[in-house]
């Protein structure tokens, strides 16, 4: 699950077990020995290297010892999953806004004029 790029949640969930035990086997088992795994989030330029070698043809696990980065870091980098309406299961990808949300009506011209006199003379809306 590791190889396939599973964030340890995922493989904790998928294993019923706990996932402090899921990313603690991981980090022992799959971490570079000296330093550990890199911290921090990678940088634009570090996704960008990691983009043109996996374009390249090198595989993810290559990248992620190369990079000191967990596999699944590498693997949210060259599998981004899509953000926004098109994360829900079975949303048309080529909705347009209109279609999904309700747009109030618009008043009309003479609506917006009768709004105006009666703010200006004190009365109600």
Not at 58 to 80: D, E, G, T
Not at 86 to 94: S, W
Not at 103 to 108: D, E, I, L, N, R
């Amino acid at each position: 699950m590791y190889y396939e790029g599973y964030h340890p949640i995922e493989m904790a969930e998928a294993l019923k077990i706990s996932d402090k035990t899921a990313y603690k086997f991981c980090s022992d088992r799959f971490s570079p020995v000296n330093h550990g795994w890199a911290r921090g989030a990678p940088s634009s330029e570090e996704r960008d290297l990691i983009m043109q070698r996996h374009h390249a043809g090198v595989k993810q696990p290559m990248l992620a010892s190369a990079h000191r980065r967990p596999v699944w870091v590498i693997n949210r980098i060259v599998n981004p999953k899509p953000a926004g309406i098109a994360a829900i299961e079975g949303a048309p990808v080529d909705a347009k806004p209109g279609e999904i949300f309700v747009v109030p009506p618009q008043p009309t011209f003479l609506e917006k004029v009768g709004q105006f006199f009666r703010r200006l003379l004190g009365g109600s809306h």
